[in-house]
């Protein structure tokens, strides 16, 4: 019993309330009479533990964005994507889910995908002010909080994976995905001059989600 | 009172003996009810009390180099000249060799496989150093995709490239046998070799919803030269360099599946978005005309797979 308890029955003597104080915590403990750190190491495998009793993963798939898609481009050389003359100023929500189940602790969110976004008018002669690429903006939103936010690729062609972590309470909290687009400049074009096809600017697509929520 | 089912719980005035204590010990270890809220609070376990694999199967993780490793990029890959044609052989597509460079390098589950189950989440991401080269301007022949007009300050028409050409890697798994000779595509993932009919010309791509694993390296970049109110002299086409392309790709299986060996592919031509394919669906197509005289060159990275539990 003396190898079991954190405090050991004493007779003939008075009650401390410290004495008290320790006796009722190992009562309290996972099981009667043993402190949660006196359990056997390995005591549950995944075969033992209830399912999402100590995490769990919710995973997503976006096969390409829907927030413009522009039919007014060529056919033959365009994606029905973001165009600068269908431009979207600020946040576009790409992607959202619930995260059911979540029973409160640490969560950490995973974002990948491919994006092509046109560097053709990143150099103009009116640009005169931060000459910067064009790039995609990414962030991601867990509860109404900012969980991870970056300037994305700046390419023809390229992917991206944005993580973040954060604390949450329990509850089922949505997780956002938003994108964005560098707005136009003052000299851009928006449209092949013979055809009026509008230019391809942007898109997202192959995206892919996943969050594991630790629950202790 | 946590307790486990079919256990007495302790009352008032009990006593404790070691035995006691020793069957609740057998209880927890060797339960065949699934420990829960019920009978054991989580905030009850500490983390020793934890199988260390719970949340990575395992051996569910898995890293291994790929492409020749020389920081100093001059031990390449090479792959020139890129096919002239991809349709001409179905499914055809040029594994990432391993850092010895002779064998294609695979992260390798072993002769049993891996078996993912409905629980399972498979994560798998990857980098490469890639690099293009090319010679002549291919990307302003005649009828290559990707070209619009605009106006010169004169005024004149000219006509310059977007240049949004790209090689597409993507992942190939064998789930077949040990024997690591059945790749296939991973699930959801085109080959890049349907047949469409573009206008005035047959190509060959793949639909973009169909490329969860797919990554594109940039055949080469182009910009405006000049631009003022939307009129310019010209276009400037300029290579993008060495540079890392990365690749990810999550798996949650629908049914059981076991997977012998994952490997990093790519399709050894260029592509270019289209949307003439089939039912206007947003697409990655073969150009034949600016695809010839360019060169790809790949060199070290890493491949890694890693077996998750949901929960």
Redesign the interface.
Known sequence: ?K???TSEPITGTAVLPGGMDQELSSLR??????D??Q????????L??????????W?S?L??QTNVTDTG?????????FTGANSVVGWMIAQQLTLVGH?GGNIMVNW?G?V?V?????????STFARNPNHIGLKIVVGGVVVAERIGPC?????F?LTGTTFLPAGDPQAILYWSVTPNG?????Q????N?N??RA?L??S?F?A?GR?? | ???LPGRT??SELNS???A??NT??TD??S?TV????DN???????L????????VRPNGAQTVTIGPPDWNLVSNVVTTPLIAAPSAAPNYSVPVIDPTGTNPSIIDFGASGFTLTL?D?L?V?WALKVNSTWTGTPYDTAGA???????TPIPT?IT?T?????IPFYLEWDVTSNAKVNWVAVPGQTVFNDVFN??TRGAVGGP???????????AW????V???????DD?AVYA?GWRT??????Y?PPLGVTVYGIRVVFKPALY?????LVS?K?CLAYDDIAGVNHTAYHQSGFLTAIV????
């Open positions: 019993m190898t079991w308890k403990s996972s099981f009667q009479g043993l949660r750190t359990l056997p190491a390995d005591s549950f495998t995944e033992t533990f209830k399912q999402y009793a100590k995490h769990r993963i995973s798939g096969a390409e481009v060529s056919s033959l050389s365009s994606w029905r994507a029973k990948s491919n092509l046109s560097q053709f008018f990143a150099l103009t002669v009116n390419s023809p062609h390229d992917t994976q003052p000299d851009d074009a928006f092949d001059v013979t055809t096809a230019l391809l898109h697509y192959a892919k996943f594991i629950f202790r | 009172m946590s307790r719980p302790l404790l003996s070691n006691d204590l609740r010990f927890f270890a339960a699934a420990i829960d809220a054991m609070r989580d905030g009850a376990c500490d020793p009390q934890y199988d260390a694999q719970q949340i629980v989440l994560r991401s995709l990707g070209q619009f007009d605009v106006v028409t310059v977007d240049a949004f050409h790209g573009i206008p973009i919803d169909e490329c969860p694993a797919t990554s594109v390296q940039p970049v182009s910009r405006g000049n631009v003022d109110d939307g009129r310019m276009d993008r392309l990365r690749g990810s790709w999550i949650s270019h978005p289209c949307n003439a206007l947003n998750q539990r949901l929960g």
